[in-house]
């Protein structure tokens, strides 16, 4: 086997945090007008999500015992969260039957992933385990821009209940979640804030599909209970970035890790966030703090990519080395 082959054997489920990192960075350059290099992003992302999945089923099929143990960690969700975000950008691409196949086959990954991972908590869980919101609210999202896009009432209400189960779930991985990754995370603890995000996001989605569907989805109360929960959502993520932020100054940690990539998700997600709750809710000042956050989502995800091209690079090297070394003389 090849260095490089090697390397992507030994990937985790962490890798799909890298799908759901481009995607996101995708959506947050298409906000801010960058669509070239949007639509750069986005084709990256596919091509990842189509090679992580070559792998998810081969694994599935060849190597069941890895399969089933992976399916456990929290970073399993990152299968159904990699392919609903994806969705929704396609969503918002005009791709509407991709994207409906994408929602479905999330919607399937999560259904069967979440039990398994949820069956499988401990206490002191690192960031990961907020990945059942994650996953759970990026259905939301994809689900709430088709709705409005093709003016599926039935599709909103669904996705309204989701949205609900999604704080819910929140609420349950809170107290399993080991607060000393706020200092001592390898990067995934980050997902703490990318989940309260990803559910600002959603909720600005389903508000944006009552406005635009041209159909009666939520009465006055249910609007104002949706939109002061948007709003409190967002705050919230904003205050988690800037703790997170803080932590990061505090403690740094510049060694890479491949779960730097749950770094780079809530950065693109929290700028996605801020822009889509600004149309949604209708707060314009939010327009420069969410451009801005979009630039350093950017940063981040070049920061990151590079430190993956280093890693592929040497253990190709070391792998070569390897080969050469039992080469018979």
Partial sequence: MSGLRRWWAGQSPATGAAVMATAIVSTGLHLVGAEALSLAALALAGAVWVLLGIGFGRRLVLDRGRWAAEARSPAALTAAAATAVLAARLAILGGHLLAE????LAAVLWAVLLPIVVRHW???????????CVATQGLVVTAAGLAGAEHTAWLAHTALVLFWLGLALYALALPRFDGRQVLEGPGDHWIAGGALAISALAGAGLLTAGDTSGLY???????DTLRTTTVLLLALSLAAYVVLLVAEAARPRLRYDQRRWATVFPLGMTAAATLSVMTAVGIPWLRGPGHVLVWVAVAGWLWVAAGTVADAVRTARAGSGEVRSRAPR
Avoid at 101 to 104: E, G, H, I, S, V
Avoid at 122 to 132: E, I, K, Q, T, Y
Avoid at 217 to 223: E, G, S, T
């Fill in 101 to 104: 196949a994408l929602l479905a």
């Fill in 122 to 132: 401990d206490s002191r869980m690192p960031g990961a385990v907020f990945l059942c």
């Fill in 217 to 223: 989805l939520w009465n006055d109360d249910d609007r």
